[in-house]
């Protein structure tokens, strides 16, 4: 356990296993941040596929055709990367937000649920401590990743 950002006693990471995931990161986005100048909050959510007609494979053609239009469009998001595993039928998102109060306004463009059929598997939310840009062949972050590519692995 330790003493998060949020004033709180929080795990570190917090597994939801029902429908009860929403409220809690809408409670997490309610609480008094006392972050300072810089200070921004990582979320990341995570679906086992497992027990949904979604696939890894699916999913990449809701990236194609909706969700990165949709996603780019929101206030205070910084960055969202999808992330999967098609051998095990994982997949996920990282999300950087500005402030937690914004944080539900993911509410207002994903279809995700919907088309997995059941909430995350694992919901976690962070403070983030630092970044760091290495130098990259490519300038932007915008554009990239295998389901834009219309690549499968």
Same mark, same amino acid.
Do not use: N
């Given at each position: ?52 007609? *979604? ?37 996920? *998102? ?47 972050? *915008? ?11």
């Amino acid at each position: 356990m330790t003493h998060s950002a949020w004033g709180c006693v929080d795990s570190t990471l917090d597994f939801v296993r029902s429908t009860s995931w929403r409220v809690r990161l809408r409670r997490r986005s309610h609480r008094v941040w006392r972050g300072g100048v810089g200070a921004m909050y990582l979320s990341i959510v995570m679906w086992d596929l497992k027990k949904s007609e *979604a696939t890894v494979e699916s999913l990449r053609e809701y990236l194609r055709d909706y969700a990165v239009d949709a996603y780019s469009t929101l206030d205070g998001m910084r960055l969202k990367a999808w992330f999967s595993d098609s051998a095990r039928q994982l997949w996920g *998102a990282v999300y950087l937000w500005d402030s937690p109060e914004q944080m539900p306004g993911l509410y207002k463009v994903s279809r995700v649920i919907d088309l997995i059929g059941y909430p995350p598997t694992s919901v976690g939310g962070f403070t983030l401590e630092a970044t760091a840009e290495g130098k990259s062949v490519h300038e932007t972050l *915008a554009g990239l990743g295998i389901a834009l590519e219309g690549g499968t692995r």
